[in-house]
């Protein structure tokens, strides 16, 4: 009985539990679900599938035929109305069989690309998974290939970053590996590689850089080549950036260490052992004059939209370059005219060291129309209109402006910043409100007053004005300004006042897309010279050449409004012409290196630069007594260019005037202590306008201590260009001592 009632007891209480029990079961379902067991089974299979479908692939995929890179065809280069302007596609390669490579310089490239290269199979498990995380963690596509890999990727495959490529590439390697030598697959693999200069393969490469045969190379020679493969651009040592040149040190170096490592170079010999520099770049046939820089330019921009120069040398490309013929022939002609016919490059060193680059734009549709890259390749292999190592000057003074009407800026005392604004113009005046100490001089240490106009200190470039202004918009923010209206960061773009002088490094094509952005009312132009690219197997995305609202309508217009007193009454007074209406800057940097002069019409924006370069060490130097004058600034050849240039292209068309009809305008009274006005929206910050002048009319260059008053904006015009030149202004021998503004800090 006892029994029989302890049985019906635990009956009853697990009937109690059991909704509580299947409770928890179903809570650990999904974990019951999801076992150790379960998924290390998931996985396994997954691995055995993969195995099996690699294994698949292995039996089905025959191998390929070689690619168009090694059976290379010709690229054609075209003007923007569709005619032919060359022809490139003769391949620069010479085929080495393994013997003819010394064995030293075979194990630097081992060193350089894959030291486990004769042992391993044709791919690296260690090395795939290492490429895999870099590419993961963003630290790029690269990393994992060994030699074979590479090596079937140039020969048979192509330069894409896909699942399907690479997939092809890791069984195509294993079978290489297989049925092939390893000197073969070596050979083969520096016969087909590119190493910039035009250069396919060993023998080509050490003919274009060191003008040798492959079995003259030195050791420290074979280095540089091996090192290049990583960056063929941006390892040249002719046209790289100080960072590239770093760059191509550190991997110079990074090879030579790893053949200690491999026991191929003793110790004491690799540390005796220099850089060795290469030789100067020579340009192919065909690309004399300044299509060798044109073609530069496009394929440049070609590599900013991913298709790499391993690719372009391929060939089969037909590319359209906006480049207009009448207008290169006129920029040609006029640097021509007003700068070379005046130079004696022989017999002054000065003249031995002028540069002259120079970028034409529509700011209606964002192409480089015109392009001056200097005098040819042979000469001179950098493109003076694309190089980034000298500064803009006093040209990026607008920008600070603009920033400040953009943001809302006010002064130390909180007085709106407006083309009326009075500062003080007194030479080495130190700014105030900074926690970097910046006192810089005006042009031959000019006092201008304490009480002088933004637009008096924009037409005469009072330095200590805007090196105020900028600490007062915010040196971070006046950045961010420059940023979006199209300048880079290339270096030197330090957060400080001494940037209100244009101490960062820039181009003439950053400096028209700025200036076209003005042009364009404020919607961002982004300067492109290719208009098409067609290429049977390869798709080319264009740039986006108009872009968004970057600054205010408002904001353009008033920037635009206060350049024209620049060109009438300023330091652009040398471009003065009843034929057209311009607005523009000029600037100056630190010790005459270089000399700017970025303006524009309606139609037009035009960037025209001198550099000092020393021939041959490529040191920056003076400009001062080029063509035996004096300061050679902006105001002085680079304006007689871009007037010589403007007036040429603009004959005989119907030329408008500027649409400024939302700029700031009308005449701000001074008193002895300007108290603060108050702060106004962005809807009621243009005063009332005062009457329209003419430009017979139009005030003459005020005094220093009057503020600017400037017309009101005009309704669009079209007028038919005269090509009677204006009154011309003082013969000039290259001095430029008229210039009102002062060096930028070096960088």
Same mark, same amino acid.
């Given at each position: 009985m006892g029994r029989a009632e302890a049985r019906r007891g635990q009956q009853r209480r697990g009937a109690r539990r059991a909704p509580r029990a299947r409770q928890r079961d179903g809570k650990s379902g999904i974990r019951r679900f999801f076992t150790w067991k379960r998924v290390l089974g998931t996985v396994l299979g997954a691995f055995l599938l993969g195995m099996a479908g690699l294994i698949g692939l292995y039996y089905y995929l025959p191998e390929p035929k070689p690619n168009e890179q090694a059976t290379l065809q010709s690229n054609i280069y075209r003007w923007s109305d569709g005619t032919v302007m060359a022809r490139t596609g003769e391949l620069n390669r010479v085929i080495l069989k393994i013997d003819d490579i010394p064995l030293p310089l075979q194990e630097e490239f081992i060193a350089a690309e894959n030291m486990s290269f004769r042992e391993d199979q044709g791919v690296d498990i260690k090395g795939l998974a290492r490429g895999l995380f870099n590419t993961v963690t963003g630290k790029g596509k690269q990393g994992g290939s060994t030699i074979t890999q590479q090596y079937v990727k140039n020969y048979y495959l192509n330069q894409d970053q896909t699942v399907t490529r690479k997939l092809k590439e890791l069984i195509i390697s294993i079978k290489v590996d297989q049925g092939m030598e390893k000197g073969d697959i070596l050979a083969g693999y520096m016969n087909t590689s590119y190493y910039g200069r035009g250069a396919y393969g060993i023998q080509a490469a050490a003919q274009a850089y060191y003008g040798v045969d492959v079995n003259k190379l030195t050791l420290e020679q074979g280095a540089y080549l091996a090192a290049l493969l990583q960056s063929p651009n941006g390892y040249d040592w002719a046209i790289a950036t100080p960072r590239g040149k770093a760059f191509a040190k550190e991997r110079w170096n990074y090879v030579l260490d790893n053949m200690v490592k491999m026991g191929k170079l003793e110790q004491g010999k690799r540390t005796a052992m220099q850089f060795p520099v290469p030789i100067k770049p020579k340009?192919?046939?065909?690309?004399?004059?300044? *299509?060798?820089?044109?073609?530069?330019?496009?394929?440049?921009?070609?590599?900013?939209?991913?298709?790499? &120069?391993?690719?372009?040398?391929?060939? /089969?490309w037909d590319i359209t370059l906006s480049i207009e013929k009448k207008k290169q022939a006129a920029l040609e002609q006029a640097v021509q005219d007003e700068l070379e016919s005046k130079l004696d490059r022989k017999d002054r060193k000065v003249d031995a060291a002028v540069q002259a680059g120079a970028t034409s734009v529509d700011p209606k549709t964002g192409y480089v129309v015109a392009m001056y890259g200097g005098q040819g390749l042979k000469e001179h292999w950098i493109n003076n209109a694309t190089r980034q190592d000298y500064q803009p000057g006093s040209t990026f003074k607008p920008i600070v402006f603009a920033s400040a009407l953009q943001n809302g800026a006010t002064t130390q005392d909180g007085r709106p910043?407006?083309?009326?604004?009075? @500062? &003080? /113009?007194?030479?080495? %005046?130190?700014?105030?409100?900074?926690?970097?100490?910046?006192?810089?001089?005006?042009?031959? =240490?000019? =006092? @201008?007053?304490k009480r002088i106009t933004v637009q008096k200190a924009t037409n005469s470039s009072v330095n200590s004005v805007y090196a105020q202004m900028l600490v007062d918009v915010g040196p971070a923010t006046v950045k961010k300004t420059a940023l979006a209206l199209g300048m880079k960061d290339r270096g030197a773009f330090d957060e400080k006042p001494a940037m209100a002088l244009g101490s960062m490094q820039s181009t003439t094509v950053d400096m028209a897309g700025v200036y076209a952005t003005f042009d364009r009312h404020g919607k961002k132009v982004t300067p492109s010279i290719v208009?098409?690219?067609?290429?049977?197997? %390869?798709? @080319?995305?264009?740039?986006? %050449?108009?872009?968004?609202?970057?600054? &205010? %309508?408002?904001?353009? =217009?008033?920037?635009?409004?206060?350049?024209?007193?620049?060109?009438?009454?300023?330091?652009?007074?040398?471009?003065?012409?009843?034929? @057209?209406?311009?607005?523009?800057?000029? /600037?100056?940097?630190e010790s005459n290196k270089a000399a700017w002069f970025t303006a524009y019409t309606p139609e037009l924006v035009t960037v025209v630069a001198m550099f000092g370069e020393e021939p041959g060490t490529g040191t920056q130097v003076t400009l001062t007594g080029t063509a035996g004058g004096g300061r050679a600034g902006g105001s002085s050849f680079p304006a007689d260019i871009?007037?010589?240039?403007?007036?040429?292209?603009?004959?005989?068309?119907?030329?408008?005037?500027?649409?400024?009809?939302?700029?700031?305008?009308?005449?701000?009274?001074?008193?002895?202590?300007?108290?603060?006005?108050?702060?106004?929206?962005?809807? =009621?910050?243009?005063?009332?306008?005062?009457?329209? *002048?003419?430009?017979?009319?139009?005030?003459?260059?005020?005094?220093?201590?009057?503020?600017?008053e400037d017309p009101d904006p005009k309704p669009t015009k079209t007028r038919t260009h005269k090509p009677d030149k204006p009154t011309p202004t003082p013969t000039k021998t290259g001095g430029g001592g008229d210039e009102p503004e002062d060096d930028a800090p070096a960088a």
């Open positions: 340009p192919a046939p065909g690309m004399e004059g300044q *299509k060798g820089y044109l073609i530069q330019a496009a394929e440049a921009e070609l590599n900013r939209q991913g298709v790499k &120069d391993e690719a372009i040398k391929a060939g /089969g910043i407006t083309p009326n604004t009075v @500062y &003080d /113009g007194t030479s080495r %005046r130190p700014v105030v409100g900074s926690d970097t100490p910046f006192a810089p001089q005006n042009q031959d =240490d000019h =006092d @201008y007053g208009k098409s690219a067609k290429n049977e197997i %390869r798709a @080319y995305e264009p740039v986006e %050449r108009i872009g968004d609202q970057v600054i &205010d %309508r408002s904001t353009a =217009d008033t920037v635009t409004k206060v350049l024209t007193g620049v060109v009438r009454n300023g330091s652009g007074n040398a471009v003065e012409s009843s034929a @057209y209406d311009a607005a523009g800057k000029t /600037g100056t940097t871009w007037r010589a240039y403007t007036l040429e292209v603009l004959s005989g068309t119907g030329t408008s005037e500027f649409d400024l009809e939302d700029a700031i305008t009308g005449k701000v009274e001074e008193t002895e202590d300007p108290t603060p006005t108050p702060t106004k929206s962005k809807k =009621d910050k243009s005063p009332t306008p005062t009457p329209t *002048k003419s430009k017979k009319d139009r005030d003459p260059t005020p005094t220093p201590t009057e503020p600017t």
